[in-house]
């Protein structure tokens, strides 16, 4: 079972790769509201972009179809693409531990410059540790795989439910009758800090549109700050990277089951997950949008929705895409630049909104500053299979496989490059 993806590798890895590529245009889709405006309105809507008539629907729309599912995927395909590597590197005489100690320790390297120098949302750190912990799970059956994966998660619900009741009583405190000063600046540090004032609101703009130095050098000076986030969120990224290793070992993620059985596992989880985001939606609006209630439905509720959707997805994906074409070439071909899509996307949102380049940082509501990012699937579409076809990596895969070894790897496919010359 181990060595399932070796049959036939060629078409399950471009499986792999039509999933991924879906899962990185998705994330974006979410990602640039981030990127737009202050970073307290991606989780609530009322606090930057607006949050009734178009503004509103695009919200509950990706917060229902998208918010959290795209994620998801990426996390399971992330451990999945990890045992591929381990599995061909053993197979090819290498040792699979230093092939992926490498891997991640380069990865680490890529996802610190990219939060420090580019945008706070990076992930790679996050996928480098978690990435490093779930090597030790590899040997298990896809079974074993999911139910550790499943306890991984059910870790990270119990001690984030934890987080949301010690903030609910902080907000109770902050708000008493003759309340402290330590107790008001206890809320306003943490969830109470998704309630952004005018000067906050004016403060984090114009940091944002100042200059590319003064915005690393904040970032540097708050160092700490992706340690929190990697320590937060890396049970439930854990979690996911075993399900995806399951996933692969079982043959799920790479196309190995019956057309019958994706349609019948896509026709229960992704209206099941549906059904839930809507309910997500329900208890902001009604609470209108209390932020305790807003990361709990989300965080504590939905998870379990959102990772049966996430998988839901993975299916359709691939009963969408058995037959190819040209558009599946090009999703696939966004997928195998993974990598170099979603770093790139950073550079050019961060060119499009900060102050070093269009600065329209804040200047969008929240279906305005959502444009961008159909533009930015195009780009992807565009650019990733013409560039394979002459070369034998994305950009950045193409730095990151050649630090992880030491050696600059090929680049130039030899016909490509025969071509080049004739030319």
Request: hydrophobic residues 55%; positive net charge.
């Given at each position: 079972m181990a060595t399932l993806a070796s049959d036939v590798a060629s078409r399950r890895i471009v499986t792999?790769?039509?999933?991924?590529?879906?899962?990185?245009?998705?994330?974006?889709?979410?990602?640039v509201i981030a990127f737009a405006m202050i970073e307290s309105a991606y989780f609530?809507?009322?606090?930057?972009?607006?949050?009734?008539?178009?503004?509103?629907?695009?919200?509950?729309?990706?917060?229902?179809?998208?918010?959290?599912?795209?994620?998801?995927?990426?996390?399971?395909?992330?451990?999945?693409?990890?045992?591929?590597?381990?599995?061909?590197?053993?197979?090819?005489?290498?040792?699979?531990?230093?092939?992926?100690?490498?891997?991640?320790?380069?990865?680490?390297?890529?996802?610190?410059?990219?939060?420090?120098?580019?945008?706070?949302?990076?992930?790679?750190?996050l996928y480098a540790v978690a990435g490093l912990c779930s090597y030790m799970f590899r040997r298990m059956s896809p079974r074993a795989l999911v139910v550790s994966g499943i306890i991984w998660l059910v870790l990270h619900e119990l001690l984030f439910t934890g987080f949301l009741y010690s903030q609910y009583l902080a907000d109770i405190a902050a708000h008493a009758p003759g309340a402290t000063q330590s107790a008001i600046k206890e809320w306003n540090d943490a969830l109470g800090s998704f309630y952004p004032s005018a000067a906050e609101i004016a403060k984090d703009k114009a940091r944002m549109l100042?200059?590319?130095?003064?915005?690393?050098?904040?970032?540097?000076?708050h160092w700490d700050n992706v340690i929190q986030g990697v320590l937060v969120f890396i049970p439930d990224t854990i979690g996911l990277m075993l399900i995806g290793m399951a996933g692969y070992k079982s043959g799920f993620l790479?196309?190995?089951?019956?057309?019958?059985?994706?349609?019948?596992?896509?026709?229960?989880?992704?209206?099941?997950?549906?059904?839930?985001?809507?309910?997500v939606v329900a208890i902001d609006l009604s609470t209108n949008f209390y932020t305790?209630?807003?990361?709990?439905?989300?965080?504590?509720?939905?998870?379990?929705?959102?990772?049966?959707?996430?998988?839901?997805?993975?299916?359709?994906?691939?009963?969408?895409?058995?037959?190819?074409?040209?558009?599946?070439?090009?999703i696939a071909a966004a997928g195998r630049c993974a990598f170099t899509n979603y770093l790139g996307t950073s550079i050019i949102a961060s060119l499009v909104f900060f102050g070093w380049g269009l600065g329209l940082y804040g200047s969008l509501s929240r279906w305005q500053a959502w444009l961008?990012?159909?533009?930015?699937?195009?780009?992807?579409?565009?650019w990733s299979k013409p560039w394979l076809e002459r070369f034998h990596y994305g950009p950045f895969e193409w730095a990151w496989r050649s630090l992880a070894r030491g050696k600059l790897q090929p680049m130039w496919k030899h016909g490509a490059a025969t071509v080049a010359a004739a030319a």
């Open positions: 792999l790769d039509m999933i991924r590529g879906i899962a990185v245009m998705g994330i974006f889709s979410v990602n609530n809507p009322a606090a930057y972009g607006g949050h009734a008539g178009p503004n509103l629907a695009l919200w509950a729309t990706n917060m229902i179809l998208i918010d959290g599912k795209m994620r998801t995927l990426f996390s399971m395909l992330f451990g999945a693409s990890m045992l591929l590597v381990i599995e061909r590197a053993e197979a090819s005489g290498r040792s699979g531990w230093w092939t992926h100690f490498r891997r991640m320790i380069v990865l680490l390297g890529f996802g610190l410059a990219h939060y420090y120098l580019i945008w706070f949302g990076d992930i790679l750190t100042g200059s590319w130095i003064s915005y690393a050098s904040g970032n540097l000076r790479t196309g190995a089951w019956s057309d019958a059985s994706y349609r019948r596992f896509a026709s229960w989880t992704i209206p099941l997950g549906i059904a839930a985001g809507i309910g305790i209630a807003m990361m709990g439905s989300f965080v504590v509720l939905e998870t379990p929705f959102i990772t049966l959707m996430a998988l839901g997805y993975a299916a359709l994906i691939i009963l969408l895409t058995r037959r190819g074409g040209w558009l599946a070439e090009r961008v990012a159909p533009m930015i699937w195009t780009v992807m579409l565009l």
